[in-house]
Nanobody
Framework: QVQLVESGGGLVQAGASLRLSCVVS????????MGWFRQAPGKDREFVGF????????SYADSVKGRFTISIDTARSAVYLQMNSLKPEDTAVYYC?????????????????WGQGTQVTVSS
């Protein structure tokens, strides 16, 4: 099993920055990709971005590209989501997820392990 714990959410004004953290524990060697997703009230959970653990390759949703950055600290078993220039439409619960496959990793269905989520609220 793999356990994920997110932190770092909060209430900020538009234009501000936040950094979310995701601490990973357990059988982490079985996972290949770390992803971030978000879910706004009344909407489906949507892809934000991912990072491949072996290569550090990242990919982002168009809505966050250029503003959000995912990084990984192997020594601390942590994954980070740096969010800059936040907008009210970024308001959502943000989830960290881990995948034990390398296919279809833009989809939530590829991710086996999930954190509990952390709330991000951006006021206008």
């Amino acid at each position: 099993q793999v356990q994920l714990v997110e932190s770092g959410g909060g209430l900020v004004q538009a234009g501000a920055s936040l950094r979310l953290s995701c601490v990973v524990s357990g059988r982490t060697a079985s996972t290949y990709v770390m992803g971030w997703f978000r879910q706004a009230p009344g909407k489906d959970r949507e892809f934000v971005g991912f990072i491949k653990k072996s290569s550090g390759t990242t990919s982002y949703a168009d809505s966050v590209k250029g503003r959000f950055t995912i990084s990984i600290d192997t020594a601390r078993s942590a994954v980070y989501l740096q969010m800059n220039s936040l907008k009210p439409e970024d308001t959502a619960v943000y989830y960290c997820a881990a995948s034990d496959v390398v296919l279809n990793i833009f989809s939530r269905n590829a991710y086996k392990y999930w954190g509990q989520g952390t709330q991000v609220t951006v006021s206008s």
